[in-house]
């Protein structure tokens, strides 16, 4: 059963942020109250899974936590024949999301894999989902990732990336990591909570700029790209290749 998010309560050193068993037993908690849309965006998810994902395909939730993602496709995929791969490298993650999606009566089959996002085959797909994941992807191995997704959806397909992001600008940067602290306090985090939190994840979740993300995407072959939402400095892509 979900929990509250009191993980980064003490004071003192903080060791890197890792999808452990304690993540995983608040992360519905923690991922709503720290990531300003996060609700919209699953929920979005699906409206685009409903209109882009084709007949006898394959959607992807890469990263894909608890399944917040691949449940949102899961429940709008009105096109006949499709199947959904969910994979994280987690096993707490995976094991957790075993159960959400066993509890869940949709007729969409999900295989749930626990495994490298990087390791994992992309084909025949039309919905590729990368939401608040790329982020954690090493940058070195961020370009052939999203070649790799691009050379696995068909024509027509649709990547969803969702990113913390950084901006070019120093001033406005600072702005919209304080308006972010300024929203987790709003939820309920106390100072202590968001530096710690800070500290622990600083090194492990590296963001980049929307130049950066789109570059990347148009080099990879995309024919479309946009930004469908944004909030401070958290947003999401689409690009439809
Ligand atoms: C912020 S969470 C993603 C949230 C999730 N997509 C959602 O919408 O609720 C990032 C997830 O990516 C997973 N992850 C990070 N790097 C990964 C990799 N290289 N391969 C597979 N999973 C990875 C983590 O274990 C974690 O569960």
């Given at each position: 059963?979900?929990?509250?998010?009191?993980?980064?309560?003490?004071?003192?050193?903080?060791?890197?942020?890792?999808?452990?068993?304690k993540v995983?037993?608040?992360?519905?908690?923690?991922?709503?109250?720290?990531?300003?849309?996060?609700?919209?965006?699953?929920?979005q998810?699906?409206?685009?899974a409903?209109?882009?994902?084709?007949?006898?395909?394959?959607?992807?939730?890469?990263?894909?936590?608890?399944?917040?993602?691949?449940?949102?496709?899961?429940?709008?995929?009105?096109?006949?024949?499709?199947?959904?791969?969910?994979?994280?490298?987690?096993?707490?993650?995976?094991?957790?999301?075993?159960?959400?999606?066993?509890?869940?009566?949709?007729?969409?089959?999900?295989e749930?894999?626990?495994?490298?996002?990087?390791?994992?085959?992309?084909?025949?797909a039309?919905?590729?989902?990368?939401?608040?994941?790329?982020?954690?992807?090493?940058?070195?191995?961020?370009?052939?990732?999203?070649?790799?997704?691009?050379?696995?959806?068909?024509?027509?397909?649709?990547?969803?990336?969702?990113?913390?992001?950084?901006?070019?600008?120093?001033?406005?940067?600072?702005l919209?990591?304080?308006?972010?602290?300024?929203?987790?306090?709003?939820?309920?985090?106390?100072?202590?909570?968001?530096?710690?939190?800070?500290?622990?994840?600083?090194?492990?979740?590296?963001?980049?700029?929307?130049?950066?993300?789109?570059?990347?995407?148009?080099?990879?072959?995309?024919?479309?790209?946009?930004?469908?939402?944004q909030?401070?400095?958290?947003?999401?892509?689409?690009?439809?290749?």
């Amino acid at each position: 059963m979900q929990q509250k998010d009191t993980l980064f309560q003490h004071e003192g050193p903080v060791a890197d942020f890792v999808f452990d068993d304690k993540v995983a037993d608040v992360f519905t908690d923690m991922i709503n109250r720290s990531v300003p849309g996060y609700a919209s965006i699953i929920t979005q998810i699906g409206t685009l899974a409903e209109r882009y994902v084709q007949p006898e395909s394959v959607c992807y939730d890469l990263g894909c936590s608890l399944g917040a993602a691949t449940l949102s496709m899961r429940h709008h995929i009105k096109a006949g024949g499709c199947r959904i791969v969910a994979v994280d490298n987690s096993p707490a993650m995976v094991a957790r999301c075993q159960a959400v999606m066993d509890q869940d009566q949709s007729d969409v089959p999900v295989e749930l894999r626990c495994a490298d996002i990087l390791d994992v085959t992309i084909g025949n797909a039309s919905l590729v989902v990368l939401n608040f994941t790329l982020q954690f992807v090493p940058l070195v191995r961020r370009d052939a990732l999203i070649r790799k997704i691009f050379g696995g959806l068909r024509p027509g397909g649709m990547l969803i990336l969702s990113e913390k992001i950084h901006f070019e600008d120093a001033a406005l940067n600072a702005l919209f990591i304080d308006l972010h602290h300024r929203f987790k306090e709003q939820n309920g985090y106390t100072r202590t909570e968001i530096s710690q939190k800070r500290a622990a994840i600083e090194n492990v979740l590296v963001p980049e700029t929307l130049r950066v993300h789109e570059q990347r995407i148009r080099s990879a072959g995309f024919s479309s790209y946009a930004v469908w939402f944004q909030c401070f400095n958290f947003a999401s892509m689409v690009a439809v290749k």
